[in-house]
């Protein structure tokens, strides 16, 4: 056996080619070999065939990238099929144009025939409290989705032997046309006309699901969210999708995206939880306890140390979300704010004035403060 060339050198492309390069490449070597410009010619015949599998291949992403990891030698059978590449028939004048994609994408065709036999997969949105990415819930939520008629048992006809497979197909569903012209054959796929791609005839149709064997029903479905999910995540339920068209098919999944709503106050950081507190002067000054309520039960209790300043962070670990696949839970992380009264009266203005030499900036050391700040916050 001789030795197979490389695609790439076929085309007389690099490995790192556009698309359009391959196209382009391929249009101008395919117009040289063609055999009506090389009549009786066998070695213009061959390079034709050549250069048109190159193509097949390059031209298709899916097969390119196989070539590219494997080679000639990948897994499994020729992309082709058993007997191996045989050759399109092409014209001139699609060499001129640029209709020629489709002949060639028809070659895998198959596997897309495969793809088919899988059930619709189905996509809903599901939002819950807050308090759900603590503790983990139990949902229920009622979908429509596509499934095998109850009526009919799927067969899609009212009596059993009222499905007969078809003839034309013999059941498959699909027919193969195989168009000799000259040295080549063009094999094209498509769904079997007489009875749609189903492969089977029905000639006395169940009336709740018009002979398709599925209908669209309503369904309740359960699942479980565990503690510590974030928002856009999306559970996959194996085989809650919508049933396959055909016999042997796998159903579809069904994936729910969990959004989760605001927390009153708390901004997450995957298992973190961020708050500000608005904190008087005095309670900076002189350092206070607050206790709140939190989201696991029991009051987070707050300490201010005396001689702390706005913007400073207290950190309570172990009292965040539960951390996935682990038994710790992040922390709560507290800026303080400080809480400044929008509206004074008189009397309380007067009292603040009083205290001007401990509330207030002293003009005469003002620089000096300044440069301190600086200081502070360039470390
Ligand atoms: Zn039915
Ligand atoms: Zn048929």
Not at 168 to 177: D, L, S, V
Not at 299 to 306: T, Y
């Amino acid at each position: 056996m001789t030795q197979k060339r490389d695609y790439y050198e076929v085309l007389g492309v690099g490995r790192n080619a556009s698309e359009g390069d391959i196209t382009g490449a391929f249009r101008s070597l395919a117009r040289k070999y063609h055999p009506d410009k090389n009549p009786d010619d066998s070695e213009a015949e061959k390079k034709f065939k050549e250069v048109q599998e190159a193509y097949a291949i390059l031209s298709n992403q899916e097969e390119r990238r196989k070539y590219d990891t494997f080679g000639h030698g990948g897994p499994g059978s020729s992309p082709f099929g058993p007997g191996g590449f045989q050759g399109v028939n092409i014209s001139l004048d699609d060499l001129f144009g640029g209709g020629f994609d489709g002949i060639f994408n028809q070659f895998f065709g198959s596997s897309r025939g495969r793809r088919r036999a899988k059930g619709d997969d189905l996509m809903y949105r599901h939002t819950v409290p807050f308090q759900v990415a603590m503790d983990g819930s139990e949902e229920e939520i009622e979908i429509e989705v596509m499934r095998q008629c109850k009526d009919c048992q799927g067969r899609g006809s009212r009596d059993p032997s009222g499905v007969r497979i078809c003839p034309n197909c013999e059941g498959r569903g699909r027919i193969e046309r195989v168009e000799r012209m000259g040295p080549f054959t063009q094999r094209a796929v498509s769904d079997c006309p007489s009875c749609n791609g189903n492969g089977k005839l029905i000639t006395d149709p169940c009336v709740s699901c018009k002979g398709q064997g599925r209908s669209n029903q309503a369904k309740r479905v359960k699942f479980t969210i565990p503690p510590g999910i974030s928002s856009g995540v999306r559970l996959r339920m194996r085989g809650y999708g919508g049933a396959p068209k055909e016999d042997n098919g796998t159903t579809g999944d069904l994936y729910i995206e969990i959004e989760i709503q605001r927390h009153p106050w708390f901004e997450r950081d995957s298992a973190d939880l961020l708050m500000g507190l608005p904190v008087g002067f005095s309670d900076l000054a002189l350092g206070a306890k607050i206790d709140i309520p939190h989201i696991d039960g029991e009051n987070l209790q707050i300490k201010i140390d005396a001689g702390s300043q706005p913007g400073d962070t207290i950190e309570i670990r172990g009292r965040g979300l539960p951390m996935q696949g682990s038994k710790r839970r992040g922390s709560v992380m507290i800026v303080l704010k400080l809480d400044m009264p929008a509206k004074l009266s008189r009397n309380e203005k007067k009292r603040i004035s009083s205290m001007s030499d401990i509330l207030g900036s002293d003009p005469d050391s003002i620089e000096e403060r300044i440069r301190e700040e600086a200081t502070k916050r360039r470390n």
